[in-house]
């Protein structure tokens, strides 16, 4: 994320990281995990499911475990949990 200034207390503030899961069978590539991501995370598999779909895949270290992919998705086939738990 770019800030158009530091924020002052920016050393203080601990970004959370999260490990995405996602459940590659249940996905019907509809894309919205991958374009909406804040931090572009996520792109598509060049791999078939069994429905025939290109699933996402994990293309950053970068998740900050916001759980939006996981608000977004219609089919339940993605989420997130934080990496230091
Ligand atoms: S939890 Fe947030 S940052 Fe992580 S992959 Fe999902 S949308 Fe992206
Ligand atoms: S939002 Fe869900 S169904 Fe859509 S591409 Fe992502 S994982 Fe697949």
Partial sequence: ???WRVPLDSDEIKV????VYIIEDRCKGCGYCIEYCPQKVLEFSTE???KGYH???VV???CLDCHYCELL???FAIFSVAADT
């Fill in 1 to 3: 994320m770019d800030f």
């Fill in 16 to 19: 959370t990281r999260g490990i």
């Fill in 48 to 50: 078939f499911n069994v």
């Fill in 55 to 57: 699933p996402p895949v």
């Fill in 60 to 62: 950053s270290e970068n």
């Fill in 73 to 75: 998705c219609p089919e």
